[in-house]
């Protein structure tokens, strides 16, 4: 039965326009009136907002534990135990014993229709204040006019990629090679801001020049294979081209032309950006029986290799988002977000925010890339259209050194 409603429903993301569920804003925007919120994700949300479950399913010594075995990656090590060489002129000790896998909470990915907008730093704007505006930053391919009207006319959006080693940071599991990016902490990696070849198509292609045979309507039959795989379970590896549900992968840059679906089109960029990194180094394939002593370059994502949960707005692990919808009334203390600065609860159809409420069909509060969102969250920019931050999972394969345990 829930194969037929994730197809049926897989059917709907590319032939129904999900307006009536998005709140809606038609009036044209220049930058300066786009609002810079505070998602308040750092504190206490980073113990409440975060899918826990989505750790699962975790591989001890080749025994699954937990969670079920479809969410795991087809490509990840198969190996029970493992030895690992090391490298002594570089510090690292030669290792043995158990291998372990399992999806690890390792960067906060916040997309942003205004450049220099820092929602997750409480807020933070600085193109304002700092005139950091520019052609450079700001989405003028799709649509004609002003850089300052652009930025909301066509859908292109910023990003910023943080890292967040949770597990680390509370010190949940701090398995020595399991964390071999060294970051301890959450710490600001890189923003598309400063990257004029995100902004600029012709200067995209000499990042991805692949992109000139992939990024067509030849393309189109892949995207719909893609997306009822990663709605029934994960994505194709080999589609790398394809983001599933979402769109096509190509250009790796901030235009995705007028998606009526938003939460699709951030997911896009949001995983546009993952691609990005990949490319040029920045981020390493830590799956296969190749990463667990060691992680590998990863020049073509693995779209396994990641899990989304939306972390804000509406964040995927409350099954009780919003309650307002249409000219139903919310109840006094059912809601209160913050948008820009001011901070509303209650009744949010007074203040002109449509909400809905519904519960995601998914079996965890996590989701694969390209997954259809008519199953985890079509209705979760009600709130905030312009932005959202997302808690990235990366499958990790590495090793329990049984000597570090003992002694």
Request: aromatic residues 12%; negative net charge; proline residues 5%.
């Amino acid at each position: 039965m829930k194969f037929f409603l994730i197809v049926i429903l897989t059917f709907l993301s590319f032939t129904f326009s999900p307006k009536s569920l998005s709140a809606t804003t038609e009036t044209p925007l220049s930058i300066d009136d786009i609002t810079c919120p505070n998602s308040k994700i750092i504190g206490k949300a980073l113990i409440t907002d975060v899918c826990w479950e989505g750790i699962f399913p975790v591989y001890l010594g080749g025994a699954r534990f937990g969670g079920k075995s479809k969410f795991a990656p087809a490509d990840r090590n198969k190996r029970s135990l493992c030895f690992c060489q090391g490298d002594i002129s570089k510090g690292v000790m030669p290792s043995a014993g158990a291998t372990v896998g399992m999806y690890l909470p390792k960067y906060l990915l916040t997309v942003t229709k205004k450049p220099y907008c820092f929602p997750e730093l409480n807020g933070t704007e600085l193109a304002s204040q700092l005139g950091l505006v520019s052609r450079f930053n700001v989405g003028n391919e799709d649509a004609g006019g002003t850089d300052s009207t652009n930025i909301a006319n066509s859908a292109s959006f910023s990003w910023h990629l943080a890292a967040m080693p949770l597990m680390k940071i509370l010190e949940l599991f701090d398995v020595m090679g399991c964390y071999t990016d060294g970051y301890t902490n959450f710490d600001i990696m890189w923003i598309s801001e400063t990257l004029p070849m995100w902004y600029d198509s012709e200067l995209a292609y000499y990042i991805a020049p692949e992109s000139k045979v992939f990024a067509s309507s030849l393309a189109s039959a892949a995207v719909v294979t893609d997306c009822l795989s990663s709605s029934l379970a994960s994505p194709i590896d080999t589609l790398f081209f394809a983001a599933g549900c979402w769109g096509q992968m190509y250009p790796l840059t901030a235009h995705i032309g007028g998606q009526s679906d938003k939460v699709a089109g951030k997911s896009l960029i949001a995983t546009r950006a993952l691609f990005f990194l990949s490319r040029i180094g920045v981020l390493e394939r830590t799956m296969g029986d190749d990463a667990v002593c060691k992680s590998q370059d990863m020049p073509i994502m693995k779209k396994s290799q990641y899990r989304f949960q939306q972390l804000w707005p509406l964040s995927e692990s409350e099954s009780m988002d919003v309650t307002c919808q249409e000219d139903q009334a919310c109840d006094a203390n059912t809601v209160s977000t913050t948008l820009g600065p001011q901070e509303f609860s209650g009744n949010l159809n007074k203040n002109g925010i449509n909400q809905i409420q519904m519960n995601s069909l998914n079996e965890t509060c996590t989701h694969p890339i390209g997954q259809t969102t008519f199953s985890w969250g079509i209705w979760r920019d009600a709130i905030q259209p312009d932005h959202a931050s997302y808690l990235i999972f990366q499958w990790n394969d590495c090793c329990a050194d049984i000597i570090e345990a003992v002694f």
